[in-house]
């Protein structure tokens, strides 16, 4: 066992005797076969098979990488949130005049856009291709450098479509002859807008790091899609419904703002989608 480790290779050994157990432990997986195994045994693998059925060890491990690949994906959505709303509340600060990115939006961003659509993307069924890939490094993190890496290649470009996304709306409210406190909160929403749409596009691209939505299919996550629809439900609400806008401060904006909204979260998922097919 500890040849082959040393090898380079991933290790799993089966056992039923006492004697097994150091092997059991040395390897990469240990598995414990049989219910009559000795509880040494059973409490030095990693995996316990309460029959002798070897098929079970197959649909452990497509189980367990099922799990690591929707653990990978929920971190990866969660900080592709987070890097997108640090990008664009940071370029607006530093625009000229600089612009504060409402509280509101950002709480909203966290709880509606980090939370839930990433609760869904954990939920999704494993790849078809799942158990032809090589087995994960032992030593490897779950998260590493290269995924944070590719979190802020796919946050970049969306943030530049919600940072002009503002500039444009305040160009047309000011265009409009609106008051200053009613240009700020007309951008703030379009760019609130634009922000909701993108980052709910993203979710629909984050449920697979490899495979495009195309072949996973783009409504074959039912959940994914029913909290896509809601929330684009109570985000037209809080545009449009009076009650809502000093709860979520916003204001009610024009068709051309919501067509920029949706061309951006068009051009957000075709950006995924294509950083995708480079990886």
């Known amino acids: 066992v500890t040849a082959l480790k040393h090898a380079g290779g991933t290790v799993a050994v ?50 367990s990488r099922r799990g690591f690949t929707a653990l990978r994906s929920y971190c990866g959505f969660a900080f592709l949130c987070l890097m997108a709303q640090m990008l664009s509340v940071f370029a607006l600060l530093v625009s000229t005049p600089p612009v504060q990115f409402s509280i509101l939006h950002l709480a909203w961003l966290n709880v509606f856009m980090a939370l839930i659509p990433a609760f869904v993307i954990a939920s999704e069924p494993g790849e078809r291709d799942i158990m032809r890939r090589p087995p994960h490094a032992a030593a490897a993190p779950a998260y590493g450098r290269l995924t944070i890496v590719s979190s802020f290649i796919q946050a970049f470009f969306p943030t530049i479509l919600i940072v002009a996304s503002y500039f444009i709306a305040h160009s047309r409210a000011t265009a409009a002859g609106l008051s200053e406190a009613e240009l700020e909160t007309y951008a703030k929403t379009a760019s609130f807008i ?86």
């Open 14 to 63: 089966t056992g039923t005797r006492a004697s097994d157990a150091p092997a059991l432990m040395a390897a990469d997986i240990g598995v414990s076969v049989g219910a009559n195994a000795p509880e040494l045994t059973r409490d030095s693998a990693d995996m316990v098979l309460e029959d002798a059925g070897y098929a079970d060890i197959v649909h452990a491990v497509e189980e």
């Open 194 to 279: 634009t922000m909701t749409l993108s980052l709910l596009a993203l979710a629909h691209s984050c449920r697979s790091e490899r495979t495009s939505l195309i072949r996973l299919g783009v409504f074959s996550n039912r959940a994914l899609v029913a909290v896509t629809l809601g929330v684009a439900a109570v985000l037209v609400a809080a545009v449009y419904v009076p009650v809502f806008h000093n709860v979520f401060a916003t204001t009610a904006v024009g068709f051309v703002e919501w067509l920029m909204a949706i061309g951006a979260a068009a051009l957000s998922l075709l950006w995924s989608e294509l950083y995708k097919g480079l990886l």
